[in-house]
């Protein structure tokens, strides 16, 4: 089962998912370098439906130190909420996510 954790970002609410492998919006003004998603795959979502993509973009989010860059970032226009992929996160931007049991923080890999 994906645990989420909301996250404020670019005005968006954001929720950060250990199941899906890549960052996914409903929001089309948030994202840059949009371009049409090439594929005819959709994403299926958690009661078995599928949702057509969009768009493919990109987006960073601003944060107290470094900015973090989310790439690959589907447009699902369809979908309920945000979401973040810790996978993908943390990879492309050289990070880690720890929890414990009242929050999360995101930190840099030295």
């Not at 768009?55 to 107290?64: A, E, K």
């Amino acid at each position: 089962m994906a645990t989420c954790s909301p996250i404020e970002a670019a005005e968006s609410l954001w929720y950060l998912d250990f199941a899906v492998a890549t960052h996914m919006t409903l929001e089309e003004g948030i994202l840059s370098s949009l371009t049409p998603y090439a594929s005819s795959n959709q994403v299926e979502v958690g009661n078995g439906s599928l949702l057509p993509v969009a768009n493919v973009g990109s987006l960073t989010i601003r944060t107290l130190s470094n900015p973090l860059s989310l790439n690959n970032v589907l447009r699902v226009p369809k979908l309920k909420h945000n979401l973040l992929s810790i996978q993908c996160l943390c990879r492309d931007n050289n990070c880690q996510v720890e929890f414990n049991s009242s929050c999360f923080s995101v930190k840099e890999n030295l």
